[in-house]
C-alpha cells in the first residue's frame, strides 16, 4: 500500500492505476468507514483513501484541533482492507500560505440542517472535495448515508460541475445497539454514550410508526423529541437539540405530511459531543 503525502506524489502514483474508486475520509478510522473501502472495492480494481482533518469546514469554536488523529491505526486498517493508496496530505500541502481558497456554496441545499448550526461548513467540505477529486481524479467516489446532508451536497456539486465521477451512496454502519458509528463517539463517557442512544432509538420509533401508516409529520416529529428528551436515569448528562425533523429525501425541506420518500434527521449535543444521524422513512 502506498502512502503519499505530497499532491505531486500522489498525482504520480495514481498514474499507474487504472479505473479507481475513492473514499475521503477525516481518519479516525471504523468499521463504518470500512463499509465504504469494501463498497469502493466493488465499484473499481483500485481504491484509494484520503485521511485529511480539513480545517475550512470547522467552524472557529468547533473540534478541529482536539479531533482524533490516530494515523498508524488507520493505515493499518486501510492496509488490511486491501487499499491501494492513501493520501495523508498537511493543511499546508492542500491550502498553501498565499494561495487564495476558491470559495464553493449550493443555496439553498446547504443553508438548511447543518448549514443553519454550522454555516461556513459545506463550502469547507465542497472545496476541499474537489480538490481531491482533482489530485485523486477517481471514476467512482462512496460517500457514507450518515452525513446525509454532505451526500445530497456532494451530489448537486458533480451534477453542477460536471464532475465525471459516479458518487455511490452507502448505508450507514451502527454499533450492535444502534448507534451510528462515528470518529465523534470517542469522545462519550459511559453515561452519554449510553444517553447517545436515545438519537437512534427516537430515529427507529419514527421509522415504526410512518411503517405503521402515520402521515403527520408533526406527529412523527413529536415521536423523535420524546425518545431525545427522554434522559431515564442520566439527567445528569445535559443534551440539547440543534434539530430533529423530518424532510423530504432529496431537497431536505421539512415536511408537513408524508407523501413522498423522506429522512428523519437529527443533530444533538450529549455533553459537549455534537452527533448527528438520520434514517429512511417512507410512506407506507
Ligand atoms: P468522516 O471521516 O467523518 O469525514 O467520514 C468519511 C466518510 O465516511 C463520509 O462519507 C461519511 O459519511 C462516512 N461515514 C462516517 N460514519 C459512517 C457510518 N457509521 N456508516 C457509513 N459511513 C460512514
Known amino acids: 500500500m502506498l502512502v503519499l503525502d505530497s499532491i505531486s506524489g500522489f498525482r504520480a502514483a495514481r498514474a499507474k492505476l487504472g479505473r479507481l474508486a475513492f473514499v475521503p475520509t477525516m481518519g479516525a478510522l471504523h468499521a463504518g468507514h470500512m463499509s465504504l473501502v469494501h463498497e469502493a472495492r466493488r465499484h473499481a480494481p483500485h481504491v484509494a483513501v484520503s485521511i485529511f482533518v480539513n480545517p475550512t469546514q470547522f467552524g472557529p469554536t468547533e473540534d478541529f484541533t482536539k479531533y482524533p488523529r490516530p494515523i498508524e491505526d488507520d493505515l493499518r486498517m486501510c492496509r488490511d482492507a486491501g487499499v491501494d493508496c492513501v493520501f495523508t496530505p498537511t493543511?499546508?500541502?492542500m491550502y498553501p500560505a498565499g494561495v487564495p481558497i476558491t470559495l464553493l456554496d449550493l443555496p439553498p441545499l446547504t443553508k438548511t440542517l447543518e448549514g443553519r448550526f454550522r454555516p461556513t461548513h459545506f463550502a469547507g467540505v465542497c472545496v476541499v472535495v474537489l480538490k481531491l477529486f482533482n489530485i485523486v481524479s477517481p471514476q467512482i467516489a462512496?460517500?457514507?448515508e450518515k452525513d446525509f446532508q454532505q451526500l445530497a451536497v456532494?451530489?448537486?456539486m458533480v451534477?453542477?460541475?460536471?464532475?465525471?465521477?459516479?458518487?455511490?451512496g452507502c448505508p450507514t454502519f451502527r454499533e450492535a445497539d444502534g448507534l451510528a458509528m462515528s470518529s465523534r463517539n470517542r469522545y462519550l463517557n459511559a453515561d452519554e454514550r449510553r444517553r447517545a442512544l436515545s438519537i437512534s432509538r427516537g430515529l427507529f420509533a419514527v421509522q415504526e410508526l410512518a411503517r405503521s401508516g402515520e402521515i403527520s409529520c408533526e406527529v412523527l416529529r413529536r415521536e423523535?423529541?420524546?425518545h431525545l428528551e427522554h434522559a431515564g436515569d442520566l439527567?445528569?448528562?445535559p443534551t440539547s437539540i440543534d434539530y430533529a425533523t423530518v424532510v423530504d429525501r432529496d431537497h431536505l425541506s421539512e415536511l408537513t405530511t408524508l407523501d413522498r420518500p423522506a429522512r428523519a434527521v437529527v443533530a444533538m449535543r450529549v455533553g459537549t459531543t455534537r452527533l448527528i444521524d438520520?434514517?429512511?422513512v417512507n410512506p407506507n
Not at 451534477?159 to 455511490?168: F, H, Y
Request: hydrophobic share 45%; proline share 11%.
Open 235 to 237: 439527567p445528569h448528562v
Open 224 to 226: 423523535l423529541r420524546r
Open 91 to 93: 493543511a499546508a500541502e
Open 154 to 156: 456532494i451530489r448537486a
Open 278 to 280: 438520520n434514517v429512511p
Open 159 to 168: 451534477k453542477s460541475l460536471d464532475l465525471p465521477i459516479d458518487i455511490v
Open 142 to 144: 462512496c460517500f457514507g
